[in-house]
Each structure stands twice: as structure tokens, then as C-alpha cells.
């Protein structure tokens, strides 16, 4: 059974930071891109950042979290990370982990999905 498994969230003051992980199992994903996405109450999920395989994998993020989140993986852990600093209110959302083993665009078309953590900033 293929799974993906958030850790790290949390309840974090504005300007404060956390590493969210998102571990595989079931199956590698170290040749497909791994994203992650978040949705605050009342909204629409939404894309925040994604990061190719190989060597020399690409990252990609939303323009609102540039120059403050990251995103990396270790494919010998099958394990995803996002690093976000720097946190605002407006980034309290369920974050989640996602694994996409189609070509096509980054920002959709995921397969599979974890089933998300919380992160709350207060200000």
C-alpha cells in the first residue's frame, strides 16, 4: 500500500519557522516529482511548491512563498522536506505532500496524496 506521511506541523508565532517531512513508502518516488500543497479554511487548495528528480532536479514554488520556503529531498530516506521561514498568518493551512507519476504539468495532476498537517501561525 502506497503512502505518504506529513510530520512537522505545528502551531508557530509569525516570523517563526518549521520543517514539514512527508515520507513515502510502498513505492519509490525518487523519479517523480513531489510537490506540496496547502489549504486554509474556507479556500481552495492551492499549489506551493514542487521539486524534480535526478541529479539535478529543479524546484518550483508559488510566488507568495519565494525567497522563504524550500523544498528538498533525500531519495535514500524516499522523503520530502519544506522548509518554511519567515512564517505570516495568511500561510495557516492543512499542508500536504503529493507524488506525481504522470508527465504534465507541476502544478496538477497529482497521484497520490497525504493526508496533510496542520500549520498555524499566530500573529
Known amino acids: 500500500q502506497v503512502q505518504l506521511v506529513e510530520s512537522g506541523g505545528g502551531l508557530v508565532q509569525a516570523g517563526g519557522s518549521l520543517r514539514l517531512s512527508c515520507a513515502a513508502s510502498?513505492?519509490?518516488?525518487?523519479?517523480?516529482?513531489m510537490g506540496w500543497f496547502r489549504q486554509a479554511p474556507g479556500k481552495e487548495r492551492e499549489f506551493v511548491a514542487a521539486?524534480?528528480?535526478?541529479?539535478?532536479?529543479?524546484?518550483y514554488y508559488r510566488d507568495s512563498v519565494k525567497g522563504r520556503f524550500a523544498i528538498s529531498r533525500d531519495n535514500a530516506k524516499n522523503t520530502v522536506y519544506l522548509q518554511i521561514n519567515s512564517l505570516k498568518p495568511e500561510d495557516t493551512a492543512v499542508y500536504y505532500c503529493?507524488?506525481?507519476?504522470?508527465?504534465?504539468?507541476?502544478?496538477?495532476?497529482?497521484?497520490?496524496w497525504g493526508q496533510g498537517t496542520q500549520v498555524t501561525v499566530s500573529s
Open positions: 503529493a507524488a506525481k507519476t504522470s508527465s504534465g504539468s507541476i502544478y496538477s495532476a497529482y497521484d497520490y
Open positions: 510502498g513505492r519509490s518516488f525518487n523519479d517523480n516529482i
Open positions: 521539486i524534480t528528480w535526478g541529479y539535478s532536479s529543479k524546484t
